[in-house]
């Protein structure tokens, strides 16, 4: 349309585009009436004090587990279980494990590899 024509709008004097229907936004007053301040103190008063934190005097890194030993595992805990049977092709016993803990995709993906290779115990 305006082939070779070039426009400028001054940003200086641009407004918002919601000041054409509804006016200059009215003078805005942080103080609160004096009936809203009297009822704050009346349910301060009501609720009281606040709960205070209890001081710990174990560290941040204590308090988040670094500074724990790893606990001991001497038999292997479940998943490596389900691992391993998964690395042999067990995908029954899989598929067992990880459905008694909870974790019922891996299952239904054991049973799958189970039925479509047709091997396991």
């Known amino acids: 349309m305006l082939r070779d024509a070039r426009l400028a709008f001054r940003l200086d004097a641009a407004r918002p585009v919601w000041e054409q229907w509804t006016g200059p936004v009215p003078e805005f007053n942080p ?4 009936t809203a301040r009297a009822d704050i103190e009346a349910a301060a008063r009501e609720i009281g004090e606040p709960p205070r934190a ?4 174990r560290s941040f890194r204590q308090r988040i587990g670094l500074g724990t ?12 279980q389900a ?3 998964e690395r042999e092709g067990r995908y029954d016993a899989a598929a067992q494990l990880y459905s ?4 019922p995709l891996r299952a ?11 091997t396991g115990s």
């Open 100 to 103: 008694q803990n909870k974790e």
């Open 83 to 85: 691992w391993q049977a």
């Open 69 to 80: 030993p790893p606990p001991e595992t001497t038999a292997p805990d479940w998943r490596q």
């Open 31 to 34: 103080e609160l009436p004096r």
């Open 108 to 118: 239904a993906r054991m049973w799958e590899r189970h039925a479509e290779e047709g």
């Open 54 to 57: 209890q001081s710990s005097q």
